[in-house]
T-cell receptor, first 117, second 114 residues
Framework: NAGVTQTPKFRVLKTGQSMTLLCAQDMNHEYMYWYRQDPGMGLRLIHYSVGEGTTAKGEVPDGYNVSRLKKQNFLLGLESAAPSQTSVYFC????????????????FGEGSRLTVL | GENVEQHPSTLSVQEGDSAVIKCTYSDSASNYFPWYKQELGKRPQLIIDIRSNVGEKKDQRIAVTLNKTAKHFSLHITETQPEDSAVYFCAATRRGSTLGRLYFGRGTQLTVWP
C-alpha cells in the first residue's frame, strides 16, 4: 500500500517550459488536491477534484491546469512556467465527508520540489 | 470562504517546557479542526483533530482546545522533546459539506532546544 505517490520529486525548469506533475493514490479516495507550499505562506490550494472527471479551482489556480481522467490519478500541469511558480508542490487525497470512514484526514504525498529559472 | 489565522509564526522552547499554538477562524459554520505536523523535508501528517461538539481532546502529550464562541482553537504540547521540532499547521472546515476542503493557517515553526 503506497498511499499517495508524486512524480517527479525534483525538477528544474526554464521560464516558459511546460511540465506535468503526476499524483497517484491507491486508497480509492474520491477527493484529490494539489497544494503549493512557500515559506511563511502555509499550504495554499491550487486545484482540487471531488471525483473522476471533475476539477475545481482553489485559492491560487492561475498558471496551472489539472485533469482527473482516472480516479486514482490527478495531474497538475504548468503550460508556461514562471519563476513565481518555484515552490514545493504537495498532492493530497481524502474520503468525501458524506462517506465513512471519513475522518477529515488528508493523506499527503512526499512533495515535488520545482525550481523555475 | 473561511479564513484561518495562526500565531505565532515561530516558537522556541526549552526541552521539557510546554508549547502553545493558537488559531482563529472566521466561518461560524466550521466544525472540524485538525492539526498537521510537518517535519523538515517531510509531508504534513495529521496529529490530532477536534470536532465542534467537543471542547478539549488529549492524546498523550498533545491536546487541542476549542472555543466556538470566540472562534479560536489551540494546540498544547507538554513536556516538549527535540523530536517535536517541526512546522505545525492548523486547519478548519465544515465536516459533512460536499466540499470537504481544508483551510490552513500559515504554520508555526516550533524549535525545541535540548
Amino acid at each position: 500500500n503506497a498511499g499517495v505517490t508524486q512524480t517527479p520529486k525534483f525538477r528544474v525548469l526554464k521560464t516558459g517550459q511546460s511540465m506535468t506533475l503526476l499524483c497517484a493514490q491507491d486508497m480509492n479516495h474520491e477527493y484529490m488536491y494539489w497544494y503549493r507550499q512557500d515559506p511563511g505562506m502555509g499550504l495554499r490550494l491550487i486545484h482540487y477534484s471531488v471525483g473522476e472527471g471533475t476539477t475545481a479551482k482553489g485559492e491560487v489556480p492561475d498558471g496551472y491546469n489539472v485533469s482527473r481522467l482516472k480516479k486514482q490519478n490527478f495531474l497538475l500541469g504548468l503550460e508556461s512556467a514562471a519563476p513565481s511558480q518555484t515552490s514545493v508542490y504537495f498532492c493530497a487525497s481524502s474520503y468525501p465527508p458524506r462517506l465513512a470512514p471519513y475522518t477529515g484526514e488528508l493523506f499527503f504525498g512526499e512533495g515535488s520540489r520545482l525550481t523555475v529559472l | 470562504g473561511e479564513n484561518v489565522e495562526q500565531h505565532p509564526s515561530t516558537l522556541s522552547v526549552q526541552e521539557g517546557d510546554s508549547a502553545v499554538i493558537k488559531c482563529t477562524y472566521s466561518d461560524s459554520a466550521s466544525n472540524y479542526f485538525p492539526w498537521y505536523k510537518q517535519e523538515l523535508g517531510k509531508r504534513p501528517q495529521l496529529i490530532i483533530d477536534i470536532r465542534s461538539n467537543v471542547g478539549e481532546k488529549k492524546d498523550q502529550r498533545i491536546a487541542v482546545t476549542l472555543n466556538k464562541t470566540a472562534k479560536h482553537f489551540s494546540l498544547h504540547i507538554t513536556e516538549t522533546q527535540p523530536e517535536d521540532s517541526a512546522v505545525y499547521f492548523c486547519a478548519a472546515t465544515r465536516r459533512g459539506s460536499t466540499l470537504g476542503r481544508l483551510y490552513f493557517g500559515r504554520g508555526t515553526q516550533l524549535t525545541v532546544w535540548p
